[in-house]
């Protein structure tokens, strides 16, 4: 269900391959291939099957001729926090097929890191704070921590590159970490905003799914300029947007202080949820939130 399988499913059709089949264990939403994806390769006739798991391979006279598969169903979530897929017994079935690709996950190569503490997956036990691992001096990040985004993988790369500075130089270490930054819904934030815009993105796509599967040739095209501007144009806002501080102005208890350009922080010891700086945002930027807790 991964980029890997769906990269491998589309390749094999554009290889010449008739009926594609992508077994995944979970549901279509636990997926970790993009929404993209997941609709290109449906558009290029490649079939994905949900809740199943394989148990074994067929074989006669030495060549691939099925694959049994086994049912499953959701229970409680696991560390990777998605439902784990349960086996349903005496559910099982086999799929005719000739060639069987596997695509399964990843890990790091156990000959690398043969004395550093690992999970039970074999991936690289660190610091998410640091990226120390049980080996001093080594630091990991990236994949070989988790499997995750390019992104993830550069936050950890300089994060490693912190803890190696402070290592080596001590007080005269000059690289800094990230602070940590609150997680809110960026959507939940656009929409009040005004400036989450629903409507039907532009569309690149330069041939449809019977075609694309004739070639690796690219389907993408680039933005006209005239699409280029107005896709620049839907600014994200991520900030406060205005920095014009009215929360602060009109705050009776100094609750609110400006952390760095742009942020506002409210200090919740001095808070008492009166709801004037939300009211008055002109940007709709403050959330007023249910702790239950009575302010005498």
């Not at 086999?94 to 890990?107: E, F, P, W």
């Not at 400036?195 to 993408?220: C, H, P, W």
């Not at 900030?239 to 102005?249: I, R, S, T, V, W």
Request: glycine fraction near 8%.
């Amino acid at each position: 269900g991964g980029f890997t399988a769906v990269d491998a499913a589309r390749t094999a059709r554009r290889l010449g391959a008739e009926d594609v089949y992508i077994a995944y264990r979970r549901t279509k939403e636990e997926m970790p291939a993009t929404q993209e994806e997941i609709t290109e390769a449906e558009a290029e006739g490649i079939r994905i099957m949900y809740l199943v798991s394989p148990k074994s391979i067929e074989i006669e006279d030495g060549k691939v001729v099925g694959i049994k598969m086994v049912n499953q169903v959701l229970g409680e979530k696991d560390e990777s926090q998605r439902r784990k897929p349960l086996e349903v017994p005496g559910a099982e079935f086999t799929l005719q097929c000739d060639t069987v690709i596997v695509a399964i996950g990843q890990k790091p190569d156990s000959k690398c890191i043969e004395n550093v503490k690992t999970d039970k997956h074999g991936m690289i036990l660190s610091n998410l704070s640091t990226g120390s691992t049980s080996v001093e001096g080594v630091f990991a990040g990236g994949d070989s921590i988790n499997v995750g985004t390019v992104i993830e993988a550069i936050a950890d790369g300089k994060r490693c590159a912190c803890s190696i500075d402070r290592m080596l130089s001590g007080d005269n270490a000059v690289l800094e970490y990230e602070p940590e930054y609150p997680v809110v819904s960026k959507e939940a934030v656009l929409r009040r905003s005004g400036y989450f815009k629903d409507g039907d993105a532009i569309n690149l796509q330069t041939m449809d799914g019977s075609e694309r599967v004739e070639s690796f040739s690219t389907y993408i095209r680039t933005m006209t300029e005239g699409e280029a501007v107005s896709e620049a144009k839907r600014c994200l806002n991520c900030g406060c947007g205005e920095g014009c501080g009215l929360c602060a102005e009109i705050c009776s208890e100094f609750a609110i202080h400006l952390k760095e350009n742009d942020v506002w922080e409210i200090n919740e010891e001095e808070c008492v949820a009166c709801g004037m700086c939300y009211n008055r945002c002109p940007n709709r930027n403050i959330e007023m939130i249910n702790k239950h807790i009575l302010v005498k």
